[in-house]
């Protein structure tokens, strides 16, 4: 089945540092969408990606979708505590799949 | 702004019980899931249903069951709780179409003891 790999499964950063997270599918994707889980919170929704190659930014949050569509990143720059939290991608097969592939996240700390 | 709701926030059960997880959503979405999170494992697809009165496994459906006779409402089963089944459980409803996002009920922590 679907496998998705995600590293680092931690990383921990000085307020002001950047961070990077990386995605990477054993199939093709038709799209790969980002969530974002607070400490104690449930997964929140932050964005799909459909594109081969595509780059989406959400003020200082860069997403990539790879050229293969099967790997993407999350970049966040100039870290902030509000930034702390556990970041997930899922991927998606194709048309007909109900389901998403999530990664296991990454768990991100940010010492002020 | 969709609203999942589950029943409970911490449940505790014994072994041997039967267990019901509820989860209902506001937004008329045809897609429903059950998942549950553990440290380092991250979200795992128990059941996931399409339609009324349909479902499908997911990844992990050993020991657990689940009922939709409502579209509004998905209930996860555990008919036999163990021990190892002492997890976070989330449910999360979507739209039609895999483009769609799924939204998150505020999760279950179910402790058997």
């Known amino acids: 089945g679907q496998q998705v790999m995600q590293i680092p499964q931690y990383q921990h950063v000085q307020e002001g540092e950047d961070f990077t997270t990386y995605c990477n599918s054993s199939t093709t994707l038709s799209n790969i969408q980002w969530y974002k889980q607070r400490p104690g919170g449930h997964p929140v929704f932050l964005i799909q990606l459909v594109k081969s190659g595509e780059v989406k930014k959400q003020k200082r949050l860069t997403f990539q979708f790879g050229e293969a569509k099967k790997n993407s990143s999350l970049h966040i720059t100039a870290t902030q505590t509000t930034d702390v939290g556990t970041y997930f991608c899922?991927?998606?097969?194709?048309?007909?799949?109900?389901?998403?592939?999530f990664g296991k996240g990454t768990k991100l700390s940010v010492i002020p | 702004d969709v609203k999942v709701t589950q029943s409970s926030r911490y449940l505790v059960k014994r072994t041997g019980e039967k267990v019901f997880l509820e989860c209902v959503q506001d937004m008329d979405h045809e897609n429903m899931f059950w998942y549950r999170q553990d440290p380092g494992l991250g979200l795992r697809l128990i059941y996931f249903s399409y339609d009324v009165k349909m479902k499908e496994k997911g990844d992990i459906p050993e020991g657990y069951s689940v009922s939709r006779e409502k579209k509004e409402r998905f209930s996860l089963i555990l008919e036999s709780a163990s021990t190892n089944q002492t997890s976070m459980y989330l449910c999360a409803s979507r739209g039609w179409g895999n483009n769609q996002p799924q939204h998150f009920g505020d999760g279950t922590r179910l402790s058997i003891l």
């Open positions: 899922a991927g998606s097969s194709g048309a007909g799949s109900y389901q998403l592939t």
